[in-house]
Structures are given as C-alpha cells and as structure tokens.
C-alpha cells in the first residue's frame, strides 16, 4: 500500500472518531459484568446488524464445550452466557481471512466510593476515559468496528472473510471464546485489542483459579490460639502458596520469553470469607485464588503441586490437621500461549502486516512482549492451529478503580487495525 | 427449711419435668437469632401470662439507654428487639426479692450440614437435648419458670417480689439486660442460669468487639507479593492481635480470680470478608475481633492499646502503610465482673441460699469458678448495686455443632433453683 493510501484510511478513522468515542461511551455505559451482558450484547448486535453483517447470536451451552481442550469448570449458571458474531462474507475469499475478537464481560467495580466518578457513567477528562471495562476491553471492540468503518466509508470491505467476535466469560473462564471455535468459527489469524498498550503480546501466561475451602470442628475459643478457627487456619496455606510461586518464578522454572520479566507469575488472594458470630470460633472458611503458569506448564502437574503443597501445609496446623482444606477448581483452567513459537506462515505473514500497520501510524516499531496475564489468544493459539495477535491500545487501572483508556491510543489502534486489515486481508470494493 | 420439705419441692420439680422437658423443646423450636426473636418472646410472653404474672413487653429503644454505663454499640436496628418481663407481686413483700434472668437470642446455627440434626428441630438422645439455643439458654429460661411452678403445684409463691426477665441481646451487646434495668426493675439479687455445669461463677470476663476495615488501592496483580493487598494486609494485624492477647495473659496483668486459669482472655477472629473478584487484587477485607479484658480492666485503656498495637503493625506493611485500617467497635463494650468481689449482705446471704440449696439436690459443695466469657450479670453487679448470680445446667458445644444440654442436670437446676426461692425469698401460700 502507497503513503497516499495509508494516509486515507488514516483519514477517514479520524473522520469518524467522534462517532466511535461516543460509542465507546454507549457501550460502557451497560454494566457487562459475568451473568449481565445481555445488553451490551444487544448492542452490539445492534451494531452489527446496522453495519449488514451477517449477526449470529447464541446461548453458550455447555455440553457442547465441556470436552474440548481449554474448557474451564463454569462459574453460575449459562442461561445468560450469549456470543455474539457478525461475520462479513466477502466476495474475494482471499486467504488473509480474520477473526477480530473482543470480550465483552468487564470485572466487577468493587467499593463505589473508591471511584472518583461512577464506573457506569463514562466521562471524559484530558486524553482519558474512565469507566469499567472501558478499557479492558470495550476500546478493543471499538477499535475493531471502526477500524472496519473506515474502510467502509472510503467504499472498501475486506477481501477475505472476517469474523467480529464479542464474546463473553473471557475474565473468568475463556468459554466465550471456546464456544466460538466450536461453532465453527475459523480464520487465518486472530486480532484481539487487548489493552496492551500498542505492543504486540507475544507471550502469556496460564492462569489457574481455585477455591479452598476450610471447614470443620475448631477447638473451643476458650482455647483460641494459632490455627484453632478456620480463618486463621487460611493463614499457612497462604503462605505456602507464596512459597511455590517464588519456586515457579525462579530462574531455572521459567519459559524463555518471561526470562527478564520481574515476576512473572503472579498468586493472588482475590476472596475471602468466613464466619458466622464474632464471638463464635469460626468453623468455615473459603479464599479465592489465582496462580500464574508459563506457557509449556501442564496445568495438571502445577494443580498436583498445588495441591501437595496444601496438603503439607495442613500437616503442621492444629485445625488443618483434622479437618483437610479442600480444594476446588472452578473458572479459569487456562494454559500459557507463546505466539513467538508459532513458526506457521500464517504467524509470519500477519505478524509482519501488523508491524508495516503499526510503522505506519505510530513511526515506531512494533515491541514484542510478554505478559503475566491471560487472553482469549490462547484458545485460537493452542486449539486451532491460528496465529492469535493481540494489540490493542493503552489503559491504566483495569480491574482497579477509575479504570481508563487513552483516547488517542484508540485513535491509534483503530488506524493501524485498519491498515493491518488492508494488508493482511486485502480490500474489495463494496 | 427441713428435708422434708426440701425433698417435697424436689418431687414437685419431678413431677413437672416431662411438661418442662417439652416446654423447652417447643422453646428451641424457634430459631431465635439476633433480629428473629419474636416469635420466642411470644411464646415466653403467653408462658407468663398462662401463670397469672404481670407482663410487660417493650420493644427497646436505643435513646432510653444509650447514654448508661454499659451500653454497646447497636448492630442493625432494634425495631425487633423486645424484651419480656413477668412480675410476681408478693403480699408479703419480703427482702428477699428476686429478678430470674435469661436471653432469649441465639447465636447462629453455622453450616448446616455440620448438624448432624436440624438445629431448630430439637431431638432427646439419651441424657442430651440437641438444638441450638437449647443450653445456651433456653433450658435456664425453663429452669427459672418450672422452679416457680413447682412451687406453685404446692400451693406456694415467693414471699418477697420475683420478675421473671426474657431479653435480647446477650449474645452481641447486653443492651436488653440494661433496657431492663432502665425500666425500673430492680431486685435484692438475681439469678441466671447460663450453662456453665451447676458452678457458682464468681468472675467472668469483659469483651469487646470490633471491626477492623482494610480499604485502599492495591499495588498491581503485577507486583502481588506480600502485603501488596488488602486480603493478605489482614495477617500481619492479626499477628499482632495475638501478642497483645499473650501480653494481657500474662502472670502480670491477670486478675487475681483468673490465677489458675488457662490463658483466661481469648482473641477471636470471628469473621471475615474481603474482594470481589479473583483475578482482581482485593481493595478492601473486613475481619470481627473478640477480645477479652479482665475484671477492673478499663475499657477505654484497652480500645487505646488494641489500636496503637494494629497502629504499629500497619507500618511494616505495604498496603497498611498507604491505607491505614480504621476499627469501628460495634457490639460488646462488656466489662469484666467479679462477684467475688461483693461483700454485700445480699451477696453473702443470696450466695449462701444457692450453696444451701445445691447441696441439698446434689450432695455436693458449690463449686466456685471464674469463666472466660462474659454474661448479663454484669450489669446488675456493676451499675445496678446487685449481686448477679449465674448458675446453670451443664450443657456441651455451646457456639459450635450439635449443642446440647443435659436433662438431669436441667432437673437439677430447676430443684436447686426452687429451693434457692424458698430459701432466698422465702414462701407464702397462695
């Protein structure tokens, strides 16, 4: 593609920025988290629907996905679990064909006091916007629509079939994605907008979650001392966790990508609850944990460890040893993905589109790196053979509070989604 | 009084025990949790009104009572705390007046499958009655009324003025016992049979409670490593809880009726909660302390040391020292109580009418006995000028599973009790 034409698309998704803001807007707006999608799906099916694609709208059901490789134990129920996917049919059916996916479930908010704005109520301040999930990952979806538009308004579609995901459960199980695959969806690479702030993902971590539940017959309080109640008795088993994640983080532990990334595997304590009565001795306990795993780990060793580590723990705890932890797997079971290892041509050839893209708007060259956290990547990666390119634009705090996303990062990526769309796709006239 | 007439009022105890045994059985039938009292306050109510006593039953209100000694902070509103009285006016209107105190509330039941029956569906096993609130103190409210009616089956009533008491509230503030004496009703001694085994309890304990709120923003997932979230921000604080604990134990600062005691004031972490989401580092944990503090202990010095000691430990920790805790007491702001300590007349006559009266239905000397709990009795001693006496049925897992209560020693009780009124308040025909 020439300067000339580059500078056009570049054009015409300035051209359309407001609009594309004010739709980021919108969409931040429906408060997406796990069960509640509903709307936000709704509009984006409204969006694609107006955009003529041809919008497939479905109930994640899990028999169909429960024996597939990257399945992970469900979280509630499925009886709101819907993907939606706008799929453009393209009259050249070039090979450059593409999934463009996004994840339309945000985390939830946590203390609303904690944010200076409320979370639902995007606004706008300097180059940011605050809301949550506007960044992870909403601007993504944008970015991929307008990226799109703007194609579209300069009176081109790609020439290759493309795949507009928004999916569902990608913060707690990936099964939105899983069920994609499942129903057929497949391309020559995969573009997911993550915000990752305008580098190239090249290596992932898995992520494990479980549950340990403590309950039992605790010693009277009249003799409550170290271990005797089961919330104290969460205390050594946090602790020995801490122990094995500094055993995988070390050196001779880690995948080459994550060599010279500090700590990469992170253990996080995300929940906890316990008790009934202040002044009765707790007989219950249940914590929420996420463990980090490099690409290469298998998933059922590291759970083995896991689980040898809790046993031992327990051993040398008043409470523990008469009343085992017991351990249960439920949301992510997500293995690591390194797309540095796909050698494919297909990695090769979208790889080098989205770098030219990337050239092109920024001047800068596209960074490769890896990441200590997980993405639906994995699922296109590791279970259907397709090369699985996250890029996306810059945000702070997500999952934190006053989550926020540049603007001018959006503006970016959107640019260079488009032009990656023109190189790796090709374009047709419409 | 002689053996005859000791062993008449025993048998009368005898004759009325199948009827007491079922009296309490529907009595623990209602699950009387903090909030849910009313049903078992209208049954108690309909019991004193049944034997012709004065009922009075008022709902609290938090403005009559706030500004005495004794009072605690209120937990959720009092529009269902009500308490019972039933007043017997004596003719003779002898010194000896009496007030029988028991509570009505419950502690909660916990997971129910760690019940090896329903908790509100009281079962007899052998010597034992399970239920919860079955010993903690429903059957003391069964001892104190069946005492009375076994008197009455013999054509007596007490010779000086008896009110028959049935609050709330025990089990978190001990706000019904001071409602009670705000009301007026006063007495030259009281009795409450809380189920410490047919012991005389010359001290308890004083309790506190508070809430320690940890909330702030966390460092990254990224960067997870100790201390780095507000979960994990609660261990060091509960670490040092338990040297203060030790501390206070120690020979030093101990309470000369706790000498022999083992480790007499227990730190209990009762409850805790914390985070939303697994993958999301928590922002915020809330965990319940129980404290105890000893007899003469003064409260406001140990609110003082308890938060400079959490004051201490927040300074070597990475979330603490960025988002201080705050501690929010709200429930027991209990005292300590030694009736040891009376050398009243009415403290030595009442104490001496109970030995007389236990001796004579067991055999055995009373056994004299401080506890590492607090009870209601506190109020009377201290800011009512009147030596409380507890006294009670033996009951086992008290707080815990499968609580139970043993039905000779409710018989035992309900003699003593009878006897210790004759003794105590002396008898005139009806």
Redesign the interface.
Known sequence: MDKAAQSQIMSAVDDLFDEEVGFLAELTKHPSTRGNEQSAQSFMADALNNRSFDVDRWQIDVADIQGLPGFSPVIGNYEDAVNVVGSHHSRSKGKGSLILNGHIDV??E??LD?WDQPPYEPHVDGDWMYGRGVGDMKAGLACNLFALDALRSLGFAPAADVYFQSVVEE??TGNGALACLQRGYKAAAVLIPEPFAEDLITAQVG?I?FQVHL?G??T???????GA?A??AA?PL?NAL?KLEEKWNGPEHRHGDFAHV??PL????????????????????V????MGVFPGQDLELARAEIEAVLTDAAQDNAFLRNNKPAIVYH??QAEGYALSEDKSEEAKGSISALETAHEAVTGNRLDHVAI??TTDARFFGLYANTPALVYGPRAESI???NERVSLESIRRVTQTTALFIANWCGLESL
Request: hydrophobic share 40%; net charge negative; proline share 7%.
């Open positions: 985390v939830p946590g203390p904690m913060e707690c992520v979650w309950k017959l605790p009277h309080v009249a003799y409550a001392g170290d109640n919330i104290e205390i946090i801490h500090h700590h992170n253990l996080n304590i995300g929940k906890i609850q316990g008790g009934d009565w202040t002044s009765s001795v707790p007989a219950w306990c914590f929420d944990v996420r949301g992510f200590t956290a999952h934190g509070f």
